[in-house]
């Protein structure tokens, strides 16, 4: 009865009846490019309710700002950023969600993903195609080491407004990644998700 929640992140308008008003409620964001996320509400007059944002679980870390200004007016609340305060026509929140890129490791229990990670940004999982990574030894384990550092590239052509990582790796030449979901799109070649990634660069593992 007095609380909006948001679920999805993409751009969009709508319209919320309560029961003595209306909100109007917009929502502007380059998700999952970026994690940077501005609501704009527009209630029919000035009105209490709570505003609740869904933390998506691969998210550590974000930040608030209502009308341009952070502080501490919202709590965590199962998996919601919740902001309770009146609301006047023009205000705005913006959320930003910390995007770095990660590697993760597979449940151990799937043997066939051990000593491999993933390579994921955001909610996005990325993989690697031949077409970007010709000079890579595709009859051989292709690998990203613990030191590796990845940078941030637009996309181009079929691939244009995406968001690409490119990595460098003492073991080997630089790798491209591009969005799982975008894979087979342009050329015949392989792909390969799961990496090799050597745990350590010593011969032997102490317990």
């Not at 909006?4 to 909100?23: C, S």
């Not at 491209?176 to 990634?197: C, H, L, Q, S």
Request: charged letters at 25%; a neutral charge; one cysteine or more.
């Amino acid at each position: 009865e007095n609380e909006i929640f948001v679920n999805l992140y993409m751009g969009n308008e709508t319209h919320v009846n309560f029961d003595e008003h209306k909100v109007y409620i917009t929502q502007k964001t380059n998700y999952p490019w970026d994690g940077r996320i501005n609501i704009g509400i527009k209630p029919s007059k000035p009105s209490f309710f709570s505003l609740r944002m869904r933390i998506p679980g691969w998210c550590k870390s974000f930040k608030v700002s209502v009308n341009g200004e952070t502080g501490n007016d919202f709590h965590i609340e199962n998996g919601y950023v919740v902001i309770s305060r009146k609301w006047s026509s023009g205000d705005s929140v913006e959320l930003a969600l910390d995007m770095p890129v990660e590697l993760v490791a597979a449940d151990p229990r799937v043997i066939e993903n051990s000593g491999k990670h993933v390579v994921q940004r955001g909610p996005l999982v990325y993989c690697i195609e031949q077409a970007d990574n010709k000079s890579a030894n595709w009859d051989n384990k292709i690998t990203i080491d613990q030191k590796a550092t990845f940078s941030l590239t637009s996309g181009k052509g079929k691939l244009q407004g995406m968001t690409l990582l490119s990595t460098k790796s003492q073991q080997q030449n630089g790798l491209t990644f591009i969005p799982y979901f975008a894979w087979d799109n342009r050329e015949p070649g392989k792909m390969k998700v799961w990496i090799d990634y050597p745990e350590s660069d010593s011969l032997y593992k102490y317990q």
